[in-house]
């Protein structure tokens, strides 16, 4: 495993990773497999616990991290991406990126020599996604449940459709027309369920997505750089709240989950994301512990 750019570059590893960090969470790894060695993380959007996270994570597994604004490198005066993947790839050992396109992502990674890490683009974000996993194992055993979206068909959306497909979860996404999941991740995900299956819904009922569920999961309505769309996606949205009521068609022990930061009286209610049923505090946690687990598992192998 060298590059992390889609859920699909761990296809064969999801499960294992989940374990190792499993195994960090619980104090059963202590090797300092980053001894010496330093990620760079380049960030074009703001962020809390991706940066955090990783910062940590490189920090409590030996090695440095380097915060690099994307407007204080070239990169954000015009410097060409394969130019800057090509000088990197001579000072640090690894790259995480936070960008705006996927596809600059993917031509970072085409031009360097090192790892790179997606840790967020507009098509996907697989570490998100990887804890997301984490978390369900925990609470719910294992794989053999029914996993609810609710909201807008975002990379968040994208990566767990993925995912799920991969570990054999029926996922059923709800959305408004004009806001579904992309059609290309979708159909990856079906040729992938055919062998694992996963059933996929795509409906724009939010009652029918969560209808029997064991897991609700929603995200925010509006993202970073889609402020100028606020008025036309609040109405947009203003039935696919997640709250007590939607809540109610779901099992009487189904988790809430949410990537945070969560905007309360929005995609969710306070009594919601604070209540009894919602593990969105794990949820966060575990994003350290799966960030670990992904370097881990980049820098040990020879």
């Not at 596809?103 to 098509?123: M, Q, R, Y």
């Not at 029997?212 to 100028?228: H, L």
């Amino acid at each position: 495993m060298k590059h992390v750019l889609s859920v699909c570059d761990i296809k064969d590893e999801v499960e294992e990773l989940i374990d190792i960090a499993e195994k960090f969470k619980n104090g059963k790894i202590k090797e300092k497999v980053l001894k010496d060695k330093v990620l760079a993380m380049i960030f074009e959007k703001p962020s809390t616990r991706t940066r955090v996270s990783f910062e940590v994570a490189v920090l409590q597994l030996g090695g440095n991290a380097l915060y690099l604004p994307s407007s204080e490198l070239q990169l954000g005066r015009g410097e060409l991406i394969a130019d800057t993947a090509k000088v990197m790839s001579r000072y640090v050992d690894g790259i995480m990126i936070r960008a705006n396109r996927h596809k600059d992502v993917i031509e970072l990674a085409k031009h360097s020599t090192i790892p790179v890490i997606n840790g967020l683009t507009d098509e996907e974000h697989p570490c998100q996604a990887l804890a997301d996993m984490q978390t369900i194992k925990e609470y719910k055993g294992g794989f053999n449940i029914k996993l609810a979206f609710v909201g807008d068909g975002n990379n968040v959306c994208n990566s767990l459709i993925l995912i799920s497909s991969i570990l054999g979860i029926d996922i059923s996404v709800a959305s408004p027309k004009g806001y579904e999941p992309s059609n290309k991740i979708v159909n990856k995900a079906l040729k992938i369920a055919k062998k694992t299956g996963a059933k996929i819904n795509i409906t724009s009922d939010a009652i029918e997505a969560v209808k029997g569920a064991d897991v609700v999961y929603t995200d925010v309505w509006i993202s970073m750089g889609q402020e100028n769309e606020r008025k036309t996606r609040l109405k947009a949205f203003k039935k696919y709240q997640v709250n007590k009521k939607l809540m109610s068609h779901a099992k009487e022990d189904a988790i809430f989950m949410h990537c945070l930061p969560a905007v309360r009286g929005e995609e969710t209610t306070s009594d919601v994301i604070d209540g009894p049923n919602s593990v969105v505090w794990d949820q966060a946690e575990n994003r350290l512990h799966t960030q670990k687990a992904i370097l881990y598992k980049i820098f040990k192998e020879p």
